[in-house]
């Protein structure tokens, strides 16, 4: 935190000797002193310990993951000891399963449980949200449609991510069964509906595209938005990731299934996990403080004269997926521990439950957001 602040933090684990080794690079990065940060111990196999940790806590940030086997005690500490919950997970089947588990209970108990709350899948769902609230205070319109594209990336993928992609492929009771390819898998009122996987020209970009891979979970967490704040009566989102050229979009369609074809594949997990990064690894300091993103949204308003707007969502100062999405985080819980009373009075977005970023912390994420250095701009369409 920055000197001066009135935020008081810890860091938590199972192992005492890797917390001190974190905690002198910390001290060494920034300049600060060891008992500025407290070290809690807890395995997830004690769950005494952990709901002794967790309670300790006004808002715990769970970062350890496959969530499907590592994320659900914490929840559950959480759900005991009256704790608000953040965490960086892209797991839909587990995220179906703690709304299952846990959505009634929660928001009984006016706990916010936010899971996605790292690039999966704030700048998607605060980017539909964003745009969606402009149409209708600008144009007085819900939205029909809504589709990201990635104009612009620079960054690299984790072992972690990896391993959660291949637990995700796993049945157990620690996961929902739900349809991978229906967008509103994490919304009871509508589907089925299937992720785009084609190829189209989209002229206000003058571009082909395809499906993005990271819509697997951003599609399911931003029709749960529009569940909750209601961006349009028959409202479908949709990503892509776009090429100048027709067969430049069919090669990365192809590449993409055939990645979700061999992540389906569980008996050939062990070998895809000798050829690609452990659990563990990840892109240096360097790599990730050269990333940035940029989304491009293309949304067409209800009505008889539909119309389109644009905007752009972004983030210039580091990589997206680990970077970026340790401040989309951070942001997301001091929004949670140092502006509850905001949250409490906006009555667009929810008290508590299994939320999303958008329906659970809305415009007060999306200033803080902003105040870090992202960016939500409309632009000509």
């Not at 745009?131 to 809504?146: D, I, N, P, T, Y």
Request: a negative charge; glycine letters at 10%; proline letters at 5%.
């Amino acid at each position: 935190m920055e000197p001066g602040s009135n935020v008081r933090w810890a860091i938590a684990g199972r192992s005492q000797e890797r917390l001190s080794k974190i905690r002198q690079s910390l001290c060494e990065q920034y300049q600060l002193n060891e008992d500025d940060i407290p070290i809690l111990i807890a395995s997830l196999d004690d769950a005494e310990a952990l709901r002794g940790v967790v309670s300790q806590a006004q808002v715990v940030i769970a970062m350890a993951g496959p969530y499907a086997l590592m994320g659900t005690p914490v929840v559950e500490a959480a759900m005991e000891t009256g704790t608000h919950y953040v965490d960086i997970t892209g797991e839909a089947p587990w995220v179906a399963k703690i709304i299952e588990t846990y959505h009634e209970r929660a928001e009984a108990k006016g706990l916010r449980i936010i899971p996605c709350c790292g690039y999966d899948s704030v700048p998607s769902d605060l980017g539909a949200m964003f745009v969606a609230e402009h149409v209708r205070q600008a144009l007085g319109k819900g939205l029909a449609s809504l589709r990201m594209v990635v104009t612009d990336f620079h960054g690299s993928v984790s072992g972690g991510t990896i391993a959660s992609a291949m637990e995700m492929q796993r049945p157990g009771e620690h996961v929902a069964r739900i349809d991978m390819q229906d967008v509103y898998a994490l919304t009871p009122t509508k589907g089925p509906d299937r992720d785009f996987w084609g190829v189209e020209w989209v002229a206000p970009i003058k571009r082909y595209v395809t499906g993005f891979l990271m819509q697997v979970i951003n599609n399911r967490i931003v029709h749960r938005s529009d569940y909750f704040l209601g961006y349009g009566s028959s409202f479908r989102y949709s990503e892509t990731v776009p090429s100048p050229y027709w067969l430049g979009a069919q090669a990365m369609r192809a590449g993409f299934l055939a990645g979700f074809f061999l992540m389906s594949q569980t008996w050939l997990h062990g070998a895809l996990k000798r050829v690609l990064p452990a659990s563990g690894e990840g892109p240096s300091r360097k790599a990730m403080l050269e990333g940035h993103f940029q989304h491009t949204l293309i949304a067409k308003t209800e009505g008889p004269e539909p119309e389109t707007v644009m905007a752009k969502v972004g983030w210039r100062h580091g990589d997206a997926g680990y970077w970026g999405a340790s401040r989309m985080v951070l942001e997301s819980a001091l929004a949670i521990a140092l502006e509850g009373d905001k949250l409490e009075k906006d009555d667009k977005i929810q008290k508590g439950g299994v939320l999303t970023p958008a329906s659970g912390l809305g415009d007060t994420l999306l200033q803080r957001l902003k105040a870090a250095g992202f960016y939500f701009n409309i632009v000509d369409a």
